[in-house]
C-alpha cells in the first residue's frame, strides 16, 4: 500500500465513450501526476499538477482532460479515445510544492485501460 | 531531455549482490539521480537516490561515480521479490512549477532472480 489509490483498477470503453479515471492520495501531498505506461514504451509523463494548478501538460491530445479539484483528488475525464490509447494509466503524488531533494513520488496501482 | 543508459536485462542468483549499471553523461550539475522499480501488474515505487555521494538505505546502494557520469544500484542480497524492472532516472525540475519535479522514465533493466 502507498497511500495512492486509483478506481477502477480495469476498464473497457468504446471509442464514443465517456469515463473518468480517478485517483486519491492519503498521504498529505501538494503535488499530482498522471502518466501513461503503454506496452513497448516507458512511462510517459501526461499532467503534473501542483497545488491543484497544472503546471505540465506534455503535449497530451485533448481527448484526456485532467481535473484536480483538491490536493487529494484528480482525475482523468475520457472522451471519443482511440484503440492505441490502450494503456495502464498510473496516478502519482508527491510532497510538493517546495520539493526538496527527498522528494519522492508514490505510485498508485493504475488502472488498466481497453479502448475497442 | 535527461537521458539514462541501462542493460535491457540482467540475471542474479539469489541471495547473491546485483550491481545494477546506469549511464547518464548528460547529466547536469542539479541533476538529482533517482532510481524506481516496478514489480509485475504494480505501479513504480522508489529504491533510492542521490547526488554526488554514495548513500545506503534499507533497500539498496547507491553507488555515484567521481564524474556523475554513472551510477550502479546495488541490492546486497536479491531476493526473488526484487525481481522487477529497475528504472535509474535523471530528476529535473518542472520550472513553471516551484517544487514539481518530472521523472523521465527509460526502459529501464529487467531483472530476473534465479531460485
Known amino acids: 500500500e502507498t497511500g495512492v489509490t486509483q478506481t477502477p483498477r480495469h476498464l473497457v470503453m468504446g471509442m464514443t465513450n465517456k469515463k473518468s479515471l480517478k485517483c486519491e492520495q492519503h498521504l498529505g501531498h501538494n503535488a499530482m501526476y498522471w502518466y501513461k505506461q503503454s506496452a513497448k514504451k516507458p512511462l510517459e509523463l501526461m499532467f503534473v499538477y501542483s497545488l491543484e494548478e497544472r503546471v505540465e501538460n506534455n503535449s497530451v491530445p485533448s481527448r484526456f482532460s485532467p481535473e484536480c479539484p483538491n490536493s487529494s483528488h484528480l482525475f482523468l475525464h475520457l472522451h471519443t479515445l482511440q484503440p492505441e490509447d490502450s494503456a495502464l494509466y498510473l496516478c502519482?503524488?508527491?510532497?510538493?510544492?517546495?520539493?526538496?531533494?527527498?522528494?519522492?513520488?508514490?505510485f498508485g496501482p493504475g488502472t488498466r485501460l481497453t479502448v475497442l | 531531455d535527461a537521458k539514462t543508459t541501462q542493460p535491457n536485462s540482467m540475471e542474479s542468483n539469489e541471495e547473491e549482490p546485483v550491481h545494477l549499471p546506469c549511464n547518464h553523461s548528460t547529466i547536469s550539475g542539479t541533476d538529482y539521480i533517482h532510481w524506481y522499480r516496478q514489480l509485475p501488474s504494480q505501479g513504480p515505487e522508489y529504491v533510492i537516490h542521490g547526488l554526488t555521494s554514495n548513500v545506503n538505505n534499507r533497500m539498496a546502494s547507491l553507488a555515484i561515480a567521481e564524474d556523475r557520469k554513472s551510477s550502479t544500484l546495488i541490492l546486497h542480497r536479491a531476493t526473488l521479490r526484487d525481481a522487477a524492472v529497475y528504472y535509474c532516472?535523471?530528476?529535473?525540475?518542472?520550472?513553471?512549477?516551484?517544487?514539481?519535479?518530472?521523472?523521465?522514465f527509460g526502459k529501464g533493466t529487467k531483472l530476473s532472480v534465479i531460485p
Open positions: 532516472i535523471l530528476r529535473r525540475p518542472i520550472y513553471s512549477g516551484a517544487g514539481s519535479y518530472q521523472l523521465t
Open positions: 502519482a503524488s508527491s510532497q510538493g510544492p517546495a520539493g526538496a531533494s527527498t522528494d519522492t513520488q508514490y
